[in-house]
């Protein structure tokens, strides 16, 4: 997936910008606060429907406006789409492919993957932040599984209001639990898989971006619930994840809150054999959280047959230069299109790279360089 | 400039009325007050009279001004297919494809968000026509999101005893849709291929 061009009004402090990137990659350059990470959010807004820093449109907007405007025309599978997202604090957000309205898990949407500084926590940071991870990229792997987590979160919250109104002993409760562990389970085989293919694809990518040839590196997804029978398949999971509710319903009431479920797990990551939480150096800690990254985009390719489009924003003033190195070399070597964001550019970095310099100031982008 | 307080009451009327924002209620009110006296009367006139004279049917549901309702009284129905819907704007799209069994609309804006006990719903007609005999199939029209997944079990769970075959509308819905905005071939293509719960 490439983006051709792309249009941003009102977008924060982006009154009106027009760009066409280069379909390999692009560097934006410029002081703090002058809007670099807003065109990033603008491409991941375009993209998902909504922005890595905020769950609100409303703060998207401009002070001094009352709608954005997001544009964009990108090549898929050999075809030009384009889109825009209207949105009014009023009237809401529209999203449209090709002229016709349409909702953020279209299967022919924009795919991005977001690399920022917060990112470089993967490892070290709380589960909600590998289950976000996690979330963020099977949502854009495929249409239905971000349908799923909808309706997880509905019947989470119904869930926990029933248990907040001692219900849990009606038919009500009992229904609604049967209904929460189909939603929950599909949601645990989907993350299963996944984490078994970006624990194909991390490895080598860790080798590569770290220069360590030895040991490797391992990810195993961490379920809330004790596994029954040794078979993990839907059926075996439900099972297991319903008995293992009776047995801690006397908890859950007292807490008056689910206790089980997606909402609750968490991805291992092993480094040679140890929990690489507690015993990877900072610097390898940081190797993994951009292996991750990178086999993210890999896992999209394998989904959608196109590798996404790269956004990173200021990461790499948070790496030593080894690692800022390695991972500049394989950006301008890769076939996929990135955008990355700096405050400092050495020249000396991309002498000869055929990387696309751009310079942000004050919400306005001027061309190459 | 204050409002002329009946005006400022119209528009605060309209405004309680769903998909109306305070623009297009003030809208409204302007144009109602450039109507002729007479329709300006014949709509405050309509909201009274409907009002009044349209309620549930108390057999299945359906709002009507006429109690049974039209449905109901159709000797020519089909009497052993009952289609349970949550709206009569349901069974006004579900009538648009041909369907001619019997209904029974459910009525209530239950959430369970609220922590709402589904025992609390008024289904007492709907048990006594389960336990009647006549019935040999109970589809259930319900909207394909959550709410709708836990209704369809406890409505199945109901009608367990009284040996109905209980089918949901399958697929061809939109994901996440209302049933009410599905358009008729879709909603066919559902009634056609309903499934057994
Ligand atoms: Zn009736």
């Known amino acids: 997936m490439k983006v051709i061009d792309y249009r941003a009004t009102n977008f924060r402090n982006l009154l009106c910008v027009e760009h066409q990137p280069s379909p390999a990659m692009n560097i934006i350059v410029g002081d703090n606060a002058q809007g670099k990470t807003n065109l990033l959010e603008a491409l991941c807004v375009l993209a998902t429907g909504s922005s890595f820093r905020t769950n609100s449109d409303r703060v998207l907007v401009n002070d001094q406006a009352e709608a954005y405007e997001l544009s964009s025309s990108y090549e898929y599978d050999q075809r030009c789409f384009e889109t825009n997202i209207k949105y009014n604090a009023r009237t809401g957000k529209v999203i449209t492919l090709n002229g016709r309205k349409t909702n953020p898990h279209h299967p022919d949407r924009l795919r991005v993957v977001v690399f920022t500084p917060d990112d470089l926590y993967l490892v070290k940071g709380s589960p909600s932040r590998r289950r976000f991870f996690l979330d963020f990229l099977l949502k854009q792997a495929g249409a239905e599984y971000g349908y799923h987590l909808d309706n997880y979160v509905k019947i989470l919250r119904k869930r926990n209001v029933l248990l907040k109104k001692n219900q849990a002993n009606t038919k009500t409760f009992k229904l609604t639990t049967e209904v929460f562990v189909e939603q929950a389970v599909r949601l645990v085989v989907a993350r299963i898989q996944m984490v078994n293919l970006l624990d194909q694809l991390v490895g080598p990518l860790y080798q590569d971006i770290s220069g360590e040839n030895l040991g490797g590196l391992k990810l195993r997804y961490a379920i809330s619930f004790p596994l029954d029978s040794g078979k993990i398949n839907f059926e075996n999971l439900r099972i297991s994840m319903l008995n293992h509710l009776d047995t801690i319903k006397e908890q859950e009431c007292a807490r008056k809150s689910s206790l089980s479920g997606p909402h609750r797990e968490d991805i291992n990551i092993y480094l040679n054999n140890h929990p690489a939480r507690q015993f990877a150096s900072q610097g390898q800690q940081r190797s993994i959280a951009v292996s991750l990254k990178l086999a993210e985009l890999m896992a999209i390719q394998q989904a959608k047959g196109e590798f996404p489009v790269f956004l990173l924003d200021e990461v790499l003033s948070e790496l030593d230069k080894e690692r800022q190195q390695r991972l500049l070399e394989y950006l301008q070597k890769a076939s996929f299109q990135s955008f990355l964001t700096t405050v400092n550019l050495e020249k000396n970095q991309f002498a000869d790279s055929q990387a696309s310099i751009y310079r942000m100031s004050g919400g306005k982008l001027s061309g190459k360089e | ?197």
């Open chain 2, 1 to 197: 400039m204050r409002l002329a307080r009946p005006l400022e009451n119209l528009i605060n009327q309209l405004l309680k009325l769903p998909t109306i924002g305070p623009k297009t209620a003030q809208r409204l009110a302007l144009y109602i007050l450039k109507l002729p006296e007479s329709e300006a009367r014949q709509i405050a006139q309509a909201i009274i009279d409907a009002r009044e004279k349209v309620a549930p049917c108390s057999s299945c549901g359906c709002l009507t001004d006429v109690d049974p309702c039209a449905i109901c009284e159709d000797e020519e129905r089909e009497g052993h297919i009952l289609c349970v819907a949550e709206e009569t704007s349901d069974v006004i799209a579900i009538e648009r494809t041909g369907f001619r069994g019997r209904y029974y609309v459910l009525n209530k804006n239950f959430h369970l968000m609220d922590g709402f006990n589904l025992d609390d719903l008024h289904l007492q007609p709907l048990l006594d026509q389960l336990s009647s005999g006549k019935i040999q199939e109970m589809v259930l029209a319900l909207n394909p999101d959550i709410d709708g997944e836990v209704l369809s079990r406890y409505l199945a769970d109901l009608a367990k005893p009284h040996q109905v075959r209980v089918t949901r509308l399958a697929h061809g819905l939109p994901v996440g849709g209302d049933i009410e905005f599905a358009d008729e071939i879709t909603l066919r293509r559902a009634l056609e291929g309903r499934n057994d719960v």
